[in-house]
């Protein structure tokens, strides 16, 4: 039903981390999977102590021989919580022989599967650029989500580089992440709509990464909150029209994102954009 890419294109904004937690909170109507579509190497053998296989190794070995609709299914682990995964190896050149293989595969497996109703495929793309190995995952995406730290440096990159990103996926979205400049000023400023930001939250992120020894409830922190509506936002952006389209606010609950201090909050203005 959606197929959502995740991707930035300077630094390490915690994309991995993003698309763990944004497929867990994502609306219950949906079954989401993660995918680690990054030619960099993976992440989550590591963090979650997962198998190599299955993985996108087999499932990219299994694509050149079936074109059975359901093949990703067969090839995902289980986080805690059930969450199912798709595991990219760590090494980069393990990884991008992987994904070359998928991505030229008979069948468009990652469209394929998302196509089906109720399925959410979200592909982590690591850090992209024009000739990433990912760039045929984000073209055939519903919504790519472009990551970058609030800062000079990262932002710098974005204003170089949005109108490329543009042309890589038809639906591009902006999130912003951490503190620094105010999500309002950032987008008068680039000319892009931020359509959300997520939170400088050391203890959430470590619990949505599998760090050790973390007793935060992942769903309650002040990541999971944001991450719930950032995840509503992004399905309602992957229906809208592609030209000229207009998604309204989600409606924030009461006491549903509470802020660090200092932080730029992550909730809709009355006019729709996230400030």
């Not at 359901?70 to 995902?76: A, K, Y």
């Not at 196509?115 to 592909?123: C, F, H, L, S």
């Not at 991450?227 to 989600?250: F, I, Q």
């Amino acid at each position: 039903m959606t197929l959502v890419t995740v991707c930035s294109v300077k630094g390490s904004p915690g994309v991995t981390t993003a698309c763990v937690a944004l497929a867990a909170r994502w609306p219950d109507a949906e079954q989401p999977v993660v995918v680690e579509t990054d030619p960099a190497g993976g992440d989550l053998l590591a963090r979650w102590r997962l198998e190599l296989s299955p993985g996108l190794v087999s499932l990219a070995a299994a694509a050149r021989r079936t074109a059975e609709p359901g093949l990703v299914w067969q090839h995902t682990q289980r986080l805690p919580g059930g969450l199912p995964v798709v595991a990219g190896p760590a090494g980069a050149r393990q990884a991008h022989g992987a994904l070359h293989a998928l991505t030229n595969a008979p069948l468009p497996v990652l469209r394929s599967a998302a196509d089906r109703a109720g399925v959410v495929v979200i592909a982590d793309c690591g850090q992209i650029g024009p000739d990433s190995a990912a760039l045929p995952v984000l073209r055939s995406a519903d919504v790519m989500l472009l990551l970058a730290r609030a800062r000079d440096d990262a932002l710098a990159h974005v204003a170089t580089r949005w109108e490329e990103a543009t042309r890589w996926s038809h639906r591009s979205c902006f999130v912003l992440v951490g503190d620094g400049y105010p999500s309002a000023e950032i987008s008068a400023e680039l000319g892009i709509e931020v359509l959300g930001r997520i939170p400088e939250d050391a203890k959430g992120a470590g619990a949505w990464s599998g760090q050790p020894g973390s007793r935060t409830r992942p769903g309650r922190s002040a990541m999971g909150r944001v991450m719930a509506e950032l995840a509503a936002r992004v399905s309602t952006r992957s229906r809208a029209p592609s030209a000229g389209e207009h998604v309204p606010p989600t409606p924030s609950r009461r006491g549903d994102v509470h802020p660090v201090p200092g932080q730029i909050p992550s909730v809709s203005s009355p006019n729709g954009m996230p400030r």
